[in-house]
């Protein structure tokens, strides 16, 4: 039973961390006033080319590859955005579409598979001395892949920049009312720039958990919705670092769980509706059901300065 729990927990912590990764990115960049539900693709294509830097040079090369790439993408679509002022749900639909299409393309160009690339070298674990020898806990926290400590801290470090430093105030300014923050020389345009390029980095650094943490190899549309679930955790985490986390821990634990029922055999609960279990947390969490959020005021409304 205790082998079986810290199993749980360890799995919970490895299947929420691209999930913790990807709301923190939708954090800053919803609290700026941007929606980016282009979350998903940009995870699809970091964890590509995370992939593809492992297979070509080494896995932590594709992990700052992937980061690039994110934070490439996240541009386009503030460029769009923001500069362009095209609505945002459709901008993110379509950077999902290409991220679907320029995967699988690139994967049976490079690869000559359509359905999933061969073993590459993963980022391995990370063994934290003390901590690893302690009963349950070390089990949990100490050896995990790298992208779990590394999630972890970026919770600490995005609540401290969001709540206790000018540059944070300055971002959630921009989001709650932009003409006020423009009033007193915030440059709105630039800020919602930088919070969307944010969002890039920390999806494709999801992205790279997964085929290189997660996996040591890319499959064919395996984010699997995680950037949708990611906004949903955001959501449930009232657009907080903190509250982001535990919702996606949330989501974690009911991935984790339905992995554990298949490892020991649990057969009373179909392994369908087991599998349903993170989407119908996502459903529930988006609709309102398990607590009701409100976004920043100004989230998705293209800021146009000739009108105030």
Not at 44 to 72: K, N, R
Not at 150 to 165: D, E, N, P, R
Not at 276 to 286: E, F, G, K, V
């Amino acid at each position: 039973m205790l082998a079986n729990l810290t199993a749980l927990l360890s799995t919970t912590l490895r299947m929420a961390t691209p999930l913790i990764l990807a709301a923190l990115g939708g954090m800053f960049s919803e609290r700026s006033g941007v929606i980016n539900i282009a979350l998903e693709g940009i995870m699809l294509i970091g964890a590509f080319t995370a992939m593809a830097g492992s297979y070509f040079f080494s896995p932590w090369i594709g992990v700052l590859a992937a980061v690039i790439v994110g934070m490439i993408i996240a541009a386009a679509h503030a460029l769009v955005s923001i500069s362009f002022r095209a609505d945002q749900i459709v901008s993110g639909t379509a950077i999902n579409i290409f991220a679907a299409g320029i995967t699988g393309f690139l994967l049976r160009l490079i690869f000559g598979d359509a359905g999933q690339s061969p073993s590459v070298q993963d980022v391995g674990t990370w063994k934290i001395p003390f901590i690893k020898d302690i009963p349950v806990i070390g089990g949990v926290f100490g050896e995990q892949i790298p992208f779990v400590y590394i999630a972890l801290i970026m919770v600490g470090v995005s609540y401290w920049i969001l709540f206790k430093t000018p540059f944070g105030l300055r971002i959630r300014s921009v989001g709650e009312h932009p003409a006020a923050a423009d009033s007193v020389g915030i440059n709105v345009i630039g800020m919602r720039y930088i919070a969307v390029i944010m969002s890039g980095f920390f999806a494709g650094l999801a992205g790279a958990s997964l085929s290189v943490g997660l996996l040591d190899l890319f499959v064919k549309n395996m984010s699997s919705g995680r950037g949708f679930i990611a906004l949903a955790a955001m959501i449930f985490g009232r657009w907080t670092p903190q509250g982001a986390m535990l919702a996606a821990l949330l989501f974690g634990f009911a991935d984790a769980l339905q992995m554990l029922a298949q490892t020991i055999g649990l057969t009373f609960v179909p392994r369908q509706f087991l599998l349903m279990a993170p989407y119908i947390l996502t459903i529930l969490a988006l609709t309102g059901v398990i607590g009701r959020s409100t976004p920043p005021a100004a989230d998705g409304d293209p800021y146009i300065k000739e009108e105030v």
